[in-house]
């Protein structure tokens, strides 16, 4: 009997936390995660810089806005020069990603 209940709450655990939790990367997550990368870049040099985030709980929770227009407006940054995001956590139980951008 003990080993059925331990073996379906280890069935369970798997189940529940398997992908719950990620971020974007050109590596993919692992479970712990710290990688950076570029999204887009101009032409222009920014002297400006801006940067929105957004967080998740064991994919149970999950708040805030990543988006470009979120990292200009933070930077009040009107033309865009480079946009990069910054993802890490200890997946899945929690994860950042942010947008970090550059203009002017």
């Given at each position: 009997m003990l080993k059925k209940i331990a073996a379906t709450?280890?069935?369970?655990?798997?189940?529940?936390?398997?992908?719950?939790?990620?971020?974007?990367?050109?590596?993919g997550v692992g479970l712990i995660t710290d990688v950076k990368g570029p999204i887009t870049a101009t032409e222009l040099n920014g002297s400006k810089t801006g940067t929105a985030c957004a967080k998740t709980i064991v994919g149970i929770i999950n708040s805030g806005?990543?988006?470009?227009?979120?990292?200009?407006?933070?930077?009040?940054i009107k033309n865009l020069a480079t946009a990069d995001y910054h993802t890490k956590g200890f997946y899945p139980f929690f994860g950042t990603t942010c947008v970090n951008v550059t203009g002017n």
């Open positions: 709450t280890a069935l369970a655990s798997v189940v529940l936390l398997s992908g719950c939790a990620t971020g974007y990367s050109p590596v806005d990543a988006s470009i227009q979120a990292a200009k407006a933070d930077g009040g």
